[in-house]
């Protein structure tokens, strides 16, 4: 099944209320959601996420399951099965958004868990939102995800906003672009912060070895 991103156009702005669930006669009121993603990586580091990308950059997301905890658990569910290491952004286009989560690298691939059904929400699809990749069906994320380059308000509760870049964002930026890229940059590992585990930097590149000029006989007499 083809997890493609629905065509979208750019709205300018937009205004959001507080999001709450309505409380019951005599209930007491409910713990407001929270709208704004903590940027410190040492509180909760199990809901931050890092991907360490063959760019030689950490990505820090923190994972809110306040606003999607089924989206999250899955997120790291696979994480530390090691799905994502090694996956490549299959589609990355200028000015919207970086697409990866799929093994194949065609973009039609998944995980063997079954789809989620969506846990759309009130949060906006700004810069460095990272949300949930899926079909036509509404109930079809699997895998996939995106990470927002610039805002995308269209997109708001159509696609399952779950977390947040809060750290290397200009490694986001420099993912190579394409649909898909010709050298497309790779997740080299994910993990979760509270795992430990360190970053995983880029092979360095070995040069190729030049065999001196035998100039013996090329010397002017």
């Known amino acids: 099944m ?3 991103l629905l065509a979208a156009s750019l709205v300018v702005s937009v205004a959001l209320a507080p999001a709450s669930v309505p409380a019951q006669e005599g209930a007491p009121a409910p713990r407001p959601i929270p709208l704004a993603a903590n940027t410190d990586v040492t509180q909760d580091p199990d809901n931050v996420l890092f991907l360490d990308l063959s760019n030689g950059r950490r990505v820090a997301i923190r994972l809110m399951p306040e606003w999607a905890p089924n989206h999250v658990e899955r997120i790291k569910a696979l994480t530390r099965q090691g ?12 000015d919207f958004m970086a697409q990866t989560g ?3 690298g065609t973009g039609r691939g998944g995980s ?14 700004v810069r460095g939102t990272v949300a949930m990749a899926r079909a036509a069906d509404e109930n079809s994320a699997n895998s996939q995800f995106f990470i927002v380059f610039y805002p995308r308000f269209s997109l708001d509760r159509r696609y399952t906003n779950f977390g947040r870049v809060i750290g290397g964002m200009d490694g986001v930026d420099a993912i190579e672009r394409g649909e898909p890229p010709a050298n497309p940059t790779r997740v080299l ?4 912060a509270a795992d430990g585990k360190p970053q995983r930097m880029p092979a360095p590149v ?7 000029l035998e100039l013996g006989n090329s010397l002017a007499d």
């Open 112 to 125: 063997e868990l079954p789809d989620l059904a969506a846990e759309f929400n009130a949060f906006p699809h």
């Open 2 to 4: 083809i997890k493609r």
């Open 189 to 192: 590992q994910a993990s979760i």
């Open 83 to 94: 799905f994502y290491d090694g996956v490549v952004f299959h589609r990355v286009i200028e």
């Open 102 to 104: 799929d093994p194949t």
């Open 206 to 212: 070995v040069p190729t070895e030049i065999t001196p």
